[in-house]
């Protein structure tokens, strides 16, 4: 276990070093003068002598990488430029991070409400036609895009059917959390559906391979009914293979939130990028870039970990190389 | 192939022999004529390409000439009505009185050549990068090459699409003496997202095919790497490439549509599905459903219709696969 950890950690650490390069990049891939550019039309001498000192854009490429690396790894994002002028990107960050993964973490829900009993019933109608057609449903909720979707909902449930909870607007958990949790249904179906065709589509495959092994044929053969093969066998082994989703899921639900904030009107991470894009403010959007690629892979690597807890076959794998 | 000794009848050695000499194309064409759902999405692809190529003759109107609302009546009007100067909105107009279903077809018309654009420069830049590490596996090369594509796919290609797109600003763009035109910027952009992977999978059919004989073959009549790549190894890779195109071009075209909705792809007055969305959104309460639902269901459509497509050539190209696999 220790060594399929280790060697699991040294994958990681590279690729979040590399990722970290591009992202500090990004300020200099800018055509122009990226202090100009984020100044705009308040650029002054003092402002400006002041703004290059504090990203450090006098010191040589690397030294600012390092040094920008540095500040990261102790949490300082650096300070906002034009959003909230002076304020630590991380500050700006935290308020809205509770809304984002809030909003990821009640799309799962709603993708494994829905995924689990389609992808189960679809695996054992094989071929007949609820199969046929949940799977049709399946691939036509693959294709909708998360906006298209919201905006569908607001007019259906909002507009025609005169439902004020469901025009978007965001209710913070302190002030009420039904209250919240009523406005963060929509953007979470949203959110979720896309992605609960994606889990359904993989359950349904997953399930009919379990159920093509010769174990389950075993079990058959000795009497033992399918619905007991089914929740004993079948289920568990399905969802294996299933949970190596989540990982990536992250990434794509981080993604599709910067939409979904958007329709919805949730002040989240999202949200926050577009602005960032729209005003220049290179902190701001560094900051994001960056978190979003740290909770994308210390997921992915969680998974893994889990993963190879559940099946140790993937560990003895990796240590026999 | 020599016949066997015991004495057999004709028809049972000729008809199998005979079901075995389909070319792969025909086998191809075969397998995919079963699959309802894949040729609905040939269908579905096929119908908007004849849109977007002639989308000038198709639309009924210019598709940023406005028209003024009748006496009494503002844009957005739903669909079936007409302007002051008589002029048919089958699909109702916009809030500048803009012909919707005219405008859908130019959208259409921009949203496949944006991704079209972009997918042809990621299988280019992918197919070199895989190409290349997967002929020399092992060496530093490879190992560089495949750590960049790790390193890129660590981003959700959403928001490493948004960043780009944030450090390069909105609209024409000057690298050095280059001026990039927008629709050209975003084309690399969403591109630069998606070749790794390309990448990945180009390697991968690559170590398969560098284990045939064919290559050995190759390699001992005195065909250099890049020949031996180029000319031999890069033929057998295209079917996996084109069902990874063909998936990839659903993803794309869904990336091409949120940066516009979003407000940073195209930019007006150039007409774009996404945008229209967005516009759309202004006008729910007045209940002008007809204003979101043409674009989107547009959009919808294209994307059902590559992925059904890409899942179909997938099984089609690969039953072994399919299999496990098909939907």
Same mark, same amino acid.
């Given at each position: 276990?220790?060594?399929y @950890?280790f060697?699991?950690?040294?994958l990681?650490v590279p690729?979040?070093?590399g990722a970290s390069?591009i992202? %500090? !990049?990004? &300020?200099?891939?800018?055509?122009?003068?990226?202090?100009?550019?984020?100044l705009?039309?308040m650029?002054?001498?003092?402002?400006?002598?002041?703004?290059?000192?504090?990203?450090?854009?006098?010191l040589p490429?690397h030294?600012?990488?390092l040094r920008?690396l540095?500040k990261a790894?102790?949490?300082?994002l650096g300070?906002?430029?034009t959003i909230?002028r002076?304020s630590?990107?991380l500050?700006l960050?935290?308020q809205?991070?509770?809304?984002t993964?809030?909003?990821?973490?009640l799309?799962?829900?709603v993708a494994l409400l829905?995924?689990?009993p389609?992808g189960?019933?679809?695996?054992?109608?094989?071929?007949r @036609?609820?199969d046929h057609?949940s799977?049709i449903v399946?691939m036509?909720?693959?294709?909708?895009?998360n906006? %298209? !979707?919201? &905006?569908?909902?607001i007019?259906i449930?909002?507009?025609?059917l005169?439902?004020a909870w469901a025009?978007?607007g965001?209710?913070?958990l302190?002030t009420?959390v039904?209250e919240n949790?009523?406005?963060?249904l929509?953007?979470?179906?949203?959110?979720?559906?896309?992605?609960?065709a994606l889990?359904m589509?993989m359950?349904?495959s997953s399930?009919?391979?379990?159920?093509s092994?010769?174990?389950?044929r075993?079990?058959?053969?000795m009497g033992?009914g399918?619905?007991s093969?089914i929740r004993?066998?079948?289920v568990?082994n399905a969802l294996i293979p299933v949970?190596?989703?989540f990982g990536?899921?992250?990434g794509? @639900?981080?993604?599709g939130?910067?939409?979904?904030?958007?329709?919805?009107?949730l002040?989240g991470v999202?949200r926050?990028i577009? &602005?960032?894009?729209d005003?220049?403010?290179?902190?701001?959007?560094?900051g994001?870039?960056?978190?979003i690629?740290l909770?994308?892979i210390?997921v992915n690597l969680s998974v893994?970990?889990?993963y190879?807890?559940i099946?140790?076959?993937?560990?003895y794998?990796a240590?026999?190389? | 192939?020599?016949?066997?000794?015991?004495a057999?009848?004709p028809s049972?050695v000729?008809?199998?022999?005979?079901k075995?000499?389909r070319?792969?194309?025909e086998e191809v064409?075969?397998?995919?004529?079963?699959?309802?759902l894949?040729?609905?999405?040939g269908?579905?692809?096929v119908m908007?390409i004849?849109?977007?190529?002639f989308?000038p003759?198709?639309?009924?109107?210019n598709?940023v000439e406005?028209?003024?609302?009748?006496l009494g009546?503002?844009h957005p009007?739903?669909?079936?009505?007409?302007?002051?100067e008589?002029?048919?909105?089958l699909?109702?107009?916009?809030k500048f009185g803009r012909d919707i279903?005219s405008?859908a077809?130019?959208?259409c018309?921009?949203l496949l050549?944006l991704?079209?654009g972009s997918?042809t420069?990621a299988?280019a830049?992918?197919v070199?990068?895989?190409?290349?590490?997967?002929?020399?596996?092992g060496?530093?090369v490879?190992?560089?090459?495949?750590?960049?594509?790790d390193?890129?796919?660590s981003?959700?290609?959403l928001?490493?699409?948004?960043?780009l797109?944030?450090?390069?600003?909105?609209?024409r763009t000057q690298i050095?003496?280059f001026?990039?035109?927008?629709?050209?910027?975003?084309a690399?952009?969403?591109?630069i997202?998606?070749?790794?992977a390309f990448?990945r999978?180009?390697?991968?059919?690559v170590?398969?095919e560098?284990?045939?004989?064919?290559?050995d073959?190759?390699k001992?009549?005195?065909?250099?790497?890049w020949?031996?790549?180029?000319?031999e190894i890069f033929?057998?890779t295209?079917?996996?490439?084109?069902?990874?195109?063909?998936l990839?071009?659903a993803?794309?075209v869904?990336?091409?549509?949120?940066?516009?909705?979003l407000?940073?792809?195209?930019q007006?007055?150039r007409?774009?599905?996404?945008?229209?969305?967005?516009?759309?959104r202004d006008?729910?309460?007045?209940?002008?459903?007809?204003?979101a639902l043409?674009?989107?269901?547009?959009i919808?459509?294209?994307?059902?219709g590559?992925?059904?497509?890409?899942?179909?050539?997938?099984d089609?190209?690969d039953?072994r696969?399919?299999r496990r696999?098909?939907l």
């Open positions: 276990m220790g060594v @950890l060697k699991r950690l040294m990681a690729t979040l070093l390069v992202i %500090f !990049l990004l &300020i200099h891939i800018a055509p122009g003068d990226p202090v100009r550019v984020m705009g039309p650029d002054d001498p003092a402002l400006r002598a002041k703004l290059v000192r504090q990203l450090g854009l006098d490429l030294e600012q990488y920008w540095g790894l102790q949490g300082d300070i906002s430029v909230q002076g630590p990107v500050e960050l935290t809205r991070y509770a809304i993964l809030e909003l990821a973490f799309s799962i829900i829905i995924a689990v389609a189960i019933t679809s695996a054992l109608r094989q071929n @036609l609820s057609v799977r399946a036509v909720g693959v294709s909708v895009p906006f %298209f !979707l919201g &905006i569908m909902l007019l449930i909002g507009v025609f005169h439902q025009t978007g965001f209710v913070p302190k009420s039904r949790l009523i406005r963060m929509l953007p979470a179906v949203a959110l979720g559906t896309a992605y609960s889990l589509r359950l349904r399930m009919l391979d379990v159920m092994q010769d174990y389950v075993t079990a058959r053969a033992i399918w619905p093969i004993q066998d079948v568990k949970t190596t989703v990536n899921s992250i794509y @639900l981080l993604g939130s910067i939409v979904t904030e958007t329709i919805f009107r002040p999202g926050l577009i &602005i960032g894009v005003r220049r403010d290179y902190p701001v959007i560094q994001i870039v960056l978190t690629v909770i994308r210390v893994d970990i889990l190879s807890v099946d140790p076959r993937i560990r794998g240590e026999g190389e | 192939m020599s016949t066997p000794d015991v057999v009848h049972d000729i008809t199998p022999t005979v075995k000499h070319g792969l194309l064409w075969h397998n995919f004529r079963k699959n309802r894949s040729l609905t999405g269908v579905i692809v908007a004849i849109i977007a190529v989308a003759l198709l639309a009924p109107y598709p406005q028209f003024s609302a009748p009546q503002h009007l739903p669909p079936l009505s007409r302007s002051e008589g002029t048919l909105f699909l109702g107009s916009d279903l405008r077809f130019y959208g018309r921009t050549q991704a079209t997918i420069i299988f830049l992918g070199l990068m895989g190409g290349v590490a997967g002929y020399r596996k060496s530093w490879d190992e560089l090459i495949m750590r960049i594509v390193i890129m796919l981003f959700p290609s928001v490493l699409a948004i960043a797109v944030g450090a390069f600003g909105i609209g050095g003496p001026s990039l035109s927008n629709m050209f910027k975003i690399i952009v969403i591109a997202t998606y070749s790794p990448a999978v180009m390697r991968g059919v170590l398969q560098t284990a045939e004989d064919y290559v073959a190759a001992m009549s005195g065909g250099s790497g020949q031996i790549l180029a000319g033929v057998n295209i079917p996996p490439l084109i069902v990874q195109a063909s990839n071009m993803t794309t869904l990336t091409s549509a949120s940066l516009s909705f407000g940073l792809g195209l007006p007055p007409p774009s599905l996404g945008i229209m969305l967005n516009e759309a006008y729910l309460f007045g209940g002008a459903w007809w204003y043409v674009p989107g269901t547009f919808l459509l294209i994307i059902l590559f992925n059904l497509l890409g899942d179909g050539l997938r089609s190209l039953p696969q399919a696999t098909r």
